[in-house]
């Protein structure tokens, strides 16, 4: 009976440990605020909403603008 708690203690611990290995690596990656909210990140809706967007160039915004016209 002791086996089943050492093995669950084990893998509680392993998984604190990635856990928290895990979270101190995602802090120190640089990832800024707001990165998803990015214009070059389109899967997650950005520019849903905006219809000017700063630091977008007039091709590029011609471009994104062309991808929803419906032929």
């Known amino acids: 009976m002791s ?6 203690s ?3 611990g392993a998984f604190v440990v990635a856990f928290l290995l895990g979270y101190g690596i995602s802090a120190r990656t640089g990832v800024e605020p707001g990165y998803f909210a990015a214009v070059e990140v389109g899967s997650y809706g950005a520019s849903e909403t ?6 977008l160039s007039d091709q590029d915004a011609d471009y994104y603008k062309s991808l929803t016209i419906e032929e």
Not at 50 to 55: D, K, L, R, S, W
């Open 3 to 8: 086996n089943i708690y050492l093995r669950t």
């Open 10 to 12: 084990i893998t509680i």
């Open 50 to 55: 905006a219809g000017e967007i700063e630091g």
